[in-house]
Nanobody, 115 residues
């Protein structure tokens, strides 16, 4: 199983980006798909995830600015990021948790927000 992420880039503060992550391979019973991020010198942290039934969870720092969504038939998850801030600069990693395989990480996509 592989996760292919895309959509990162350079944007000015206040701008928007949309990240995409598609899962390929044999996957049984997806529990959650989500996004984590890791800024330079910091630990990886949760950004948002979506449960198979559609419920979502966000880090406090991104609530009301980021929206996670998923197209189940495509095993694809999106992260719409609005009102971006310099502190959102990080490598964003897609994550999948399922019955099989139990956890998969994407390769990461860099988001840089300039002030």
């Amino acid at each position: 199983v592989q996760l292919q992420a895309s959509g990162g880039g350079l944007v000015q503060a206040g701008g928007s980006l949309r990240l995409s992550c598609a899962a390929f391979g044999r996957i049984f019973n997806i529990y959650t798909m989500g996004w984590y991020r890791q800024a330079p010198g910091k630990q990886r942290e949760l950004v948002a995830y979506i449960i198979n039934g559609g419920s979502t969870n966000y880090a406090d720092s991104v609530k009301d600015r980021f929206t996670i969504s998923r197209v189940n038939v495509k095993n694809t998850v999106y992260l719409q990021m609005n009102s971006l801030k310099p502190e959102d600069t990080a490598v964003y990693y897609c994550n999948l948790r399922a019955g099989s395989p139990d956890e998969v990480w994407g390769q990461g996509t860099l988001v840089t927000v300039s002030s």
